[in-house]
């Protein structure tokens, strides 16, 4: 018998195997949720053989658990049964689903362990639940290291049959895939996957550069539920005053984020206008942040919610989103501020043209470019009928290039492929 601990599922529009809504379609915070957009046929429930699927994600807050979470959900409103192998539950899978399993990776630890065998036990993991469950498939997000774990699982398991498929995620590639201590191993791994993925276009080029890797690498958008992520209610929840005006950023704060340039940015911008800044997320340069809004003098406008979950309730409630990341593959919290109606400022770097475009739903800068983010960002704050104009064809793009369902469809069409 599995130890597998039966699923809780979602952001509320999911629906289970045959369609089921009703109590499972209201929100985390008690707030009703639009009812799933794609649910299964109502065949799928008497389909003998679901399709099954392993996915390994990290757990805590970012980007690759939140696309590898909304896909297992979408897998899960199309009948298949999907079971998690993590260190943690993932931290989008808030509400119970019966064909969602989570799956919990415990090393177990021994004295003379200097560190728990993670890797190790996560492969164990994949192997226990694959020969339980009968699974053939296991998609890994992020390569480092669940790429490698993936390829021991499929060794261990043989003469089964056992698909892997990797999925680029970012600095898997553009920072780790390139450390030299673990570059044959991320790039062997990646290599012997049999499909690989990869957020944008910009980082399955990377991939082949950086990594040497010949493998075809689909691109696979990260995407967006357009009827999760709404525009704001004129008359809901607030951060601030009517007149005062609204800069948030997302982030897990680490150095790629670019955090000092977030807080200059709006230093410079408060000088012109009433204004606040949401900072949302945590990590390394949090405190560094906090110590520099003191510095110019802004602490008091400069609002550090920590991280919080619900970010369908708190972007709509931006004016304009700031990513001004040195690096960023594809930039998932910019597309959720998109589907939002809230125009984006990011640097024009990585996969961030391929989804916000220059003029037309945001404005992008070079990454040092203090002035370019303060004048763009004044721009909308200061021009409300332009600021509207942009966020409403960001959102139109959010929902035409980047849906839910399309990605969901191509990452089954990369499924499919393999047999
Ligand atoms: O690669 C990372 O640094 C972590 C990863 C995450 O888990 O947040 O972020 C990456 O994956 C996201 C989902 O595909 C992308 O939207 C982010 O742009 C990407 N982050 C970076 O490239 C820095």
Redesign the pocket.
Known sequence: MSTAKRGSAGTGRNAGPAGRTGSAAKGGTGAPRPAAKHVAAPHAARVQHRRKIGITC?SHF??????ATELGLGLARRGWDVHFIAHQLPFRLRRFESSIFYHEVTPVTYPVFEQPPNNLALAAKMVEVVENHGIDLLHVH?AMPFAASAYLARQLVLPRQLGVVT?L????I??LGVEPAYFRVTQFSIQSSDRVTA?SRF?AEAARRNLGITKPIDVVY?FVDADVFVPRSRTGLRLAPPETRVLMHAS?F?P??NIPTVVQVFAEVRKHLAAKLVMIGDGPEKPGAEQLARKLGVERDVLFLGNQDCMEELLPLADVFLLP?S???????ALEAMSAEVPVVASDI??LPEVVEHGVTGFLHDTADVPGFVGSVLRLLTDEKLRRAMGRRARRVARARFDVDDMVDRYIQVYDSIR
């Open positions: 990290y970012g980007g690759s658990g939140v696309v992020y999925t995620h970012g600095t898997d553009t920072v957020v980082l990260n897990n680490r790629v984020k990341s690096s960023e593959s594809f930039g998932l919290v990585g996969g």
